[in-house]
């Protein structure tokens, strides 16, 4: 936690310092309230002639506090909506750009889904702490030791009493705190397998009905249900005593200050007596307030964990070392469009096995490379070598001539026209997502509208309300896997790159629009690299080279009729799909 | 304890006090606690009005005790002056002797008139039996018995409350327990046209956070709206009833805070909806940009991510500070304007001590009623929000429980026997639509005989799924008639259809639980003997006998099991269903050759002796099929085995050809 906010700058720390200050003024303001009050009492009571007159100005002065005391509490509000508002904006900047510059290692480490919370949820999380912070943290301690310190040595019996109900409530409440606390963990998961089991009702509900399966589900969800109830309801119930006890502490304080303030002043001599009332009625309202410190400050020890995990989870993003380091070449070069593998191994960097092991190849301007092999046989790590996702373990990888490791990100990326399996859809417009990105030349709307045409995307564009212009949905959600993977192969297309990249992008298309698209492209793209990952060998038998790939390693590079004489493992994958005789018929 | 100024976007429901009125409606089982659980909430509530007069009392008593009788005193002084020394004197029953006299005289002589602390000292030497005569006189016995008092409504009202608390989280767990169970009971009966059409984040929502919101309210707001009600009205009574001029000057001089309160409070619920909007899209544009990161890199999209994400969090900045600063203001606020009234009422108090009309001890109540009079109205402004949001959310749960049904099936009287059924189906012009006016399968005739295989193919999008609908009657056909055995399917129940078919979908449905349960899924009687027997068949016990727990594995988002082990578990799952129809979806997604020879295997299996409709994805599937079922945009256009098909040179020649035309 003190970690994040060593990012205060001294602007900020100024601020801090500032409240800390009117914390102050405004403490000392509110307790002096309580002594124009008893004033004011005092007054009422005494029969003088100006007795109007003296509680007007006391009564001014009463007012004068309380609007001072309100007057730093704004500021001090202000101060801390400000402080704690800058500082989620530059620590939600800082992790967001952090993330921004993290390869696929660190984004698999820890996880899309974890990166979104880091940088929402727990940034949230601290701002809330800050805001609170300002008030509570510097308020409480403050005045508690303000409070204390006017009725310190006044009564040793009143001050037992107040130490006891501190004491008695700060138990209570701490007791009540480690019963429930770890139960909220659980209601959480409870929480979270209610959803869980109403979710697969709803997408299995074709498969629940086909079943007759109905009853079945609707008792898994009552077991659940049950559990989540049950200890919800002891937990409310168990905090349905914080409210009641918490008043009859204060109350019995107030109270129990004045039974033994009557015992006091009933057995001293009368010279003392006036002493002790005035005594018993100042310890009242500041024994109250020195209880809700204590109050305050428990919850904030309460509060403190959570808030040190959610700073935990940040700064676990902002120190991680990022494996991939930008290299400085950034001018142009003599070769265009070629890849050299040269004896290129991978394995991830905390992983013991290879991946990929001992792999060489070369491709040419123009030519198309497809690779294949089983789920795990590292094909899609392969090429995802080129982009720099990750870098090679040995051996090394060049793209027109020169190691990728050497190249600026821009200039690399300015080569590569890039097309994941799964389709990545912005929100905006169809035009903004094929332009998507900064490339060599920059993108006109008429090569987004080639781009889309090559990829077979016109039809479905053109139909959609806008055309060009329509909106895609958060996600993608208003297209189709198929319309969705045409508009991702369009985007490469638009950058007019070097080098294509497809990885296990056809297999989301179905057989026909898979082949024209493919044609189309093989026309548009005759000066490009190729390189494609594929699953279907209808997609890749006619390849310039294919690469075979099992376990890691290359057991085969060839053409199709090539690799059927002497490929055992790619004869079995090409059987598996096609019969003999269509093979044949190829 | 203050709040963040979170959760207080106001949320505004179509019908407040329609929903409000259905929500108390349906909790009328509980309805007895609940008015118990209030009144105790009211009760608690008036003893703390009373408290304080009793309290007050208490200081009157204590105050009792300071003060030294002064007109005793006089009495004695005149007394004394005027016997000078001759005998003893008697005042109220006490006798002073002429040595005690003679000693009080020497005491006054003492004291200097300039002094008043000499005069107090003097107190504590006097005689003892004048001491005894002018001593402040506190009634201890008074003190016992107001304390009693007090302490027996401390205590009740604690205990009161207490039990309220207690008795509104019971009622409000189990209202959300039958709300979910409801929820979950109205799932299965709702036709499926509503899941195409809604989000399943949408009903999941319905079912937790709205469901949360009813019960948290209900466990919280009612009983402090009630409590605060009665704070309010309590105090503006007992004010008025104690004096109404000094009732007034509460009053106003507190409405003068009120509407500067409200003032604010109306600016701020602007930044409050602008801080929500605009953090709800940061956070999406965030989600977007790191599920899309390795798009973003390598687009060279970083740049344009940066500046766009920079907008958007500045934007953030100010509706964020505002409305934290607004809402902070609150409890300040409240403060001031108590502490103003105090002054006002302590003031007006006084000139009216003053010139007669009323007491001291009037003014010290009142300094406690304006204290229970500021509180309660922010509280009660904060449960009308809150009350609002349960209003809100219990519409839309309601609307869920109010969606139209499926029809009931009571007239049904057919019923086909699995084990008889032989398996012939009958499309008799057949005509379907999801929406009303929009036919896609326009007229469809078909006999498929007893064990007989129908393919149903086409491009993605084309409506194959229709089939699986109509089939296992999840939608009704528009006309025609669908017959098994001779059985029009409108005179069977859903439930007696689908246990007429064996249906294995291309999405793995697996729920969390061990594979056994997965696998025997409802049957519960099945040993697990037959289940193995079932994997063996599919191709998958190796599988399961190499896993630690072997049929107790957990299948939770598991990642050492593949998509294509997990379709072998569907697929044996469907094994298990011994029923003469079979719908099966051919499609392999994500998985590897070998396992997906596995799958196939375990397909063809699965179709041997049964009539099955194979959406097909295999050439081979497609050529010996007996049927075939050309799709596309959702209508059948094409009908007949391969060779007739190939022959007419139509749509179906054409997808087949694609797959092998020179490309690339």
């Known amino acids: ?101 993290f390869g696929d290692s660190e984004v698999k480490k820890f996880s899309t889904a974890s990166l979104i919370t880091r940088t929402t949820n727990d940034v949230s999380q601290i701002e809330i702490l800050i805001a609170m912070g300002l008030h509570m943290v510097l308020r409480s301690p403050i005045m508690a030791i303000w409070a204390i310190s006017k009725i310190v040595g006044k009564s040793i019996e009143w001050s ?45 509900i074709r498969v629940i009905r086909a079943f007759n399966a109905e009853e079945f589900q609707v008792n898994r969800f009552e077991n659940v249900n049950e559990e989540l109830t049950g200890i919800q309801m002891f937990n409310q119930r168990l905090f349905a005593i914080m409210g009641p006890m918490m008043n009859l502490v204060m109350h019995s304080l107030v109270f129990g200050i004045y039974i033994i303030g009557a015992y006091l002043i009933y057995n001293s001599t009368l010279a003392n007596k006036i002493t002790l009332f005035s005594n018993m009625v100042v310890f009242t309202s500041y024994g109250m307030q020195v209880i ?148 060599l030349k920059k993108i006109a709307i008429d090569d987004v509208k080639e781009a889309i045409k090559v990829a077979q995307a016109k039809e479905f564009v053109e139909n959609m309300e806008g055309g060009y212009h329509a909106h895609i949905a958060r996600g993608g959600t208003n297209l189709s896997g198929g319309q969705k993977q045409r508009l991702s192969i369009a985007r490469a297309i638009a950058r007019k790159p ?41 997609t890749i038998m006619n390849a310039d080279k294919i690469i075979v790939l099992d376990e890691g390693k290359c057991v085969g590079i060839g053409t199709h009729k090539e690799l059927l004489k002497k490929c055992k493992v790619y004869k079995e994958i090409a059987l598996s799909q096609l019969s003999e005789e269509e093979l044949k018929n190829a | 304890m203050p709040r963040p100024g979170r959760n207080q976007v106001k949320e505004k429901p179509k019908n407040f006090f329609g929903s409000i009125k259905r929500l108390l409606g349906s909790l009328s089982t509980w309805r007895n606690i609940i008015i118990f659980s209030l009144i105790l909430a009211a009760i608690s509530a008036i003893f703390s009005i009373v408290a304080p ?45 002429v040595a005690d006299q003679a000693e009080y005289m020497k005491l006054v002589s003492t004291v200097n008139p300039e002094d008043s602390n000499s005069y107090i000292e003097l107190f504590d030497q006097l005689p003892s039996s004048i001491y005894e005569l002018v001593k402040p006189k506190m009634n201890i016995d008074n003190i016992k018995h107001i304390a009693i008092v007090l302490a027996i409504l401390y205590i009740l009202g604690s205990v009161f409350s207490y039990i309220e608390g207690y008795n509104m989280a019971t009622v409000s767990n189990n209202f959300a327990r039958t709300l979910r169970t409801n929820i979950s009971y109205k799932i299965n009966k709702l036709p499926l046209k509503f899941f ?95 599920s899309g990161h390795t798009i973003v890199r390598t687009y060279n999209g970083i740049n344009s991510a940066k500046k766009e994400f920079d907008e958007l969090n500045k934007g953030l900045y100010k509706s964020n500070m505002m409305s934290q600063f607004l809402s902070g203001l609150m409890g300040p606020f409240m403060g001031f304007i108590g502490n103003f009234g105090y002054v006002c009422v302590c003031i007006v108090g006084a000139l009216l001590v003053f010139n007669g009309h009323t007491s001291f001890g009037t003014i010290v109540a009142f300094m406690v009623y304006i204290r229970l009079f500021t509180n309660p109205l922010s509280q009660i402004a904060q449960s009308m929000t809150s009350m609002q949001s349960t209003a809100a959310a219990s519409e839309r749960v309601f609307e869920f429980l109010d969606e139209e049904e499926m029809e009931s099936e009571t007239n049904v009287t057919k019923h086909l026997d699995k084990s008889k059924v032989k398996g012939e189906i009958v499309f008799d012009h057949v005509k379907f639509g999801y929406v ?28 194959k799924t229709t089939m699986v609908n109509l089939l296992m009657k999840f939608y009704n056909i528009n006309s025609g008639n669908i017959t098994i055995d001779g059985v029009s399917t409108n005179e069977l129940t859903r439930e007696n259809i689908h246990e007429l078919f064996c249906m294995v979908l291309q999405d793995t449905w697996l729920f969390e639980g061990t594979i056994r349960d997965n696998i025997k899924f409802n049957r519960i009687d099945l040993s697990d003997d037959e289940i193995m027997e079932a994997c063996k068949t599919v191709g998958v016990s190796h599988f399961i006998n190499a896993l630690p727990n072997k049929l107790d594995y957990e299948l939770k988002d598991s990642e050492s099991i593949s998509s294509g082990q997990k379709q072998l578990f569907t697929i044996a799952r469907g094994m298990l269903e011994d029923a003469p129809f079979l719908i099966l979806d051919e499609a392999t997604s994500n998985v590897d050759t070998r396992t997906e020879e596995l799958v196939q295997k375990a397909m063809d299996k699965l179709t041997v002796g049964r009539t099955s409709f194979i959406i097909a994805h295999r050439l081979s599937t497609i050529k010996n099929a007996d049927l075939i079922l050309v799709m596309k945009d959702g209508n059948i256009i094409e009908t007949g085995n391969h060779k007739e098909l190939m022959k007419k040179n139509g749509f179906y020649a054409d997808l087949y050809n694609s797959q092998f035309e020179k490309t690339i």
């Open chain 1, 1 to 101: 936690m003190l970690k994040l906010f060593k990012n205060f700058t001294f602007k900020e720390w100024l601020i801090v310092i500032m409240c800390v200050l009117l914390t102050c003024v405004n403490v000392s303001l509110e307790l002096r309230i309580p002594d124009y009050m008893s004033e004011i009492t005092r007054l009422i009571q005494s029969t003088g002639d100006n007795v109007t007159h003296d509680i007007l100005i006391q009564g001014v002065h009463m007012v004068l506090c309380a609007f001072g005391s309100l007057i730093s509490a704004i500021i001090i509000g202000y101060a801390a909506a400000r402080l704690s508002s800058s500082f989620s904006l530059n620590l939600r900047e800082k992790i967001f750009n952090k993330v921004e510059s």
């Open chain 1, 160 to 204: 037992m009493l107040t130490a006891g109900c501190v004491v008695l409530l700060l138990s209570v409440v701490i007791a009540l705190m480690m019963i429930v606390l770890p139960r909220f963990k659980i209601i959480q998961k409870l929480i979270d397998k209610v959803n869980g089991v109403t979710r697969e009702n709803l997408t299995g």
């Open chain 1, 292 to 439: 809700m410190s204590f109050l305050m400050l428990a919850f904030i020890f309460m509060m403190a964990p959570r808030s040190q995990i959610s700073a935990n989870r940040i700064n676990e993003v902002l120190d991680e070392d990022i494996l991939i380091k930008e290299g400085k070449f950034e001018g142009t070069t003599d070769e265009q469009g070629t890849i050299e593998f040269k004896n290129v191994s991978f394995k991830y960097p905390d992983a013991d096995e290879y991946i990929l092991e001992n792999i060489s190849f070369t491709a040419n301007k123009g030519e198309t490379v497809a690779f294949i092999g089983s789920t795990g046989s590292g094909k899609s790590t392969l090429i995802n070598l080129i982009p720099r996702f990750y870098d090679a373990t040995d051996g090394e990888i060049l793209v027109d001539g020169i190691n990728v490791k050497d190249y600026k990100f821009e200039t690399l990326n300015n080569k590569i026209g890039y097309v994941p399996q799964k389709a990545v859809m912005f929100t905006g417009t169809v035009e903004e997502n094929v332009k998507y990105g900064s490339s």
């Open chain 1, 498 to 538: 070097e080098i294509y990249i497809f990885d296990d992008t056809f297999s989301a298309l179905d057989y026909k629009t898979d082949s024209i698209l493919r044609n189309e492209l093989k026309k548009y793209t005759k000066n490009s690299t190729n390189l494609i990952v594929a699953q279907r060998i209808g």
């Open chain 2, 53 to 97: 007069k009793l309290l007050s009392k208490l200081t009157d008593e204590i105050t009792l005790g300071i003060k030294p009788d002064t007109e005793v005193l006089t009495e004695v002084l005149y007394k004394i002056k005027e016997n000078n020394l001759q005998e003893d004197i008697v005042i109220n029953g006490t006798t002073i002797t």
């Open chain 2, 196 to 290: 195409d059409s809604h989000e399943t984040g949408d009903i999941l929502s319905r079912i937790t956070n709205d469901i949360d919101t009813i019960h948290m309210n209900l466990n919280q707001s009612l009983a402090n709206l009630i409590t605060n009600l009665t704070l309010f009205i309590g105090s503006i009574i007992m004010m008025f009833v104690t004096n109404w001029i000094m009732a007034l000057t509460a009053i106003l001089a507190s409405l003068f805070g009120f509407i500067f309160m409200f003032i604010i409070l109306s600016k701020s619920q602007k930044y409050f909806e602008q801080k929500q909007k605009i953090l709800g899209d940061l956070n999406g544009y965030i989600e977007e940009m790191y």
């Open chain 2, 436 to 463: 009303p006016n929009k036919t896609i399968i326009k007229d469809f005739s078909a006999k498929i005989k007893p064990g007989q295989k129908v393919a149903i193919v086409g491009p993605t999008g084309a409506g």
